[in-house]
């Protein structure tokens, strides 16, 4: 399967703590984007890092991609029990269009 | 950003009918559109990548005679699950891609009885 791993599968927190996941994936990328899914709705964009880029902060989140480990990680600091949804990291292989997901977190913050 | 719409937002059907699914990009033109599948409690699945103009390319293990793609114009894909069964509930995703960008659409959740 071309799909990526994320772990962990699952996490719960207390409101207030961060909350960290990664992300490794198989193939070279052109980019890599993390996106929010609410139980039973659609994808939320969360943030694009282009494989030329290292980190990337946008107000709590803040991504960092290593590319010679094939692997990126999200953290969302100071979270709140909205924070609670599942989170994908997708990739688009260079020289390809398609996104890839990975296979997801589900994150539960604890209020 | 761009946005795709998708129509109808949910869909109940019988078993052995088929069901139309539209992907729409409101406010560009997207050469190329991609269909994903999911499943509860599960990621998003690429089951095929739609070209206007063209054939559709779809991924290892699904079916292009029960999912139907058509992408007759610039702004337009549609999916057809034909003759659907049960095991085809699930989320139906589109997305397309637009400045090196992909923007999805909210999804379509289809049960078939």
């Known amino acids: 399967s071309q799909q990526g791993e994320e772990d962990p599968q699952a996490l719960s927190i207390q409101e207030g703590e961060n909350a960290t996941m990664n992300c490794s994936y198989k193939t070279s990328i052109n980019n890599l984007q993390w996106y929010r899914q609410n139980s039973g709705r659609g994808l939320v964009h969360l943030i694009l890092i282009r494989s030329n880029e290292r980190e990337k902060h946008s107000g709590r989140l803040r991504v960092t991609l290593d590319t010679s480990k094939k692997s990126s990680s999200l953290l969302i600091t100071a979270s709140r029990a909205a924070d609670t949804a599942s989170y994908f990291c997708?990739?688009?292989?260079?020289?390809?269009?398609?996104?890839?997901f990975g296979t997801g977190t589900r994150l539960k913050v604890l209020a | 950003g761009a946005v795709v719409s998708q129509h109808p937002s949910w869909v109940i059907c019988k078993s052995g009918t088929s069901v139309k699914i539209e992907c729409r990009s409101l406010d560009f033109q997207a050469t190329t559109m991609f269909w994903y599948r999911q499943f509860p409690k599960q990621s998003l699945m690429l089951m095929a990548t739609?070209?206007?103009?063209?054939?559709?390319?779809?991924e290892q293990g699904v079916e292009k005679d029960k999912f139907l793609i058509n992408h007759a114009s610039l702004t337009l894909s549609t999916l057809t699950v034909t003759s659907a069964h049960p095991e085809d509930s699930s989320f139906y995703i589109c997305?397309?891609?637009?400045?090196?960008?992909?923007?999805f659409g909210p999804g379509t959740r289809l049960t078939v009885l």
């Open positions: 997305s397309a891609r637009v400045r090196g960008e992909q923007f």
């Open positions: 997708a990739t688009d292989s260079s020289g390809t269009y398609k996104y890839i």
């Open positions: 739609s070209n206007e103009g063209s054939k559709a390319t779809y």
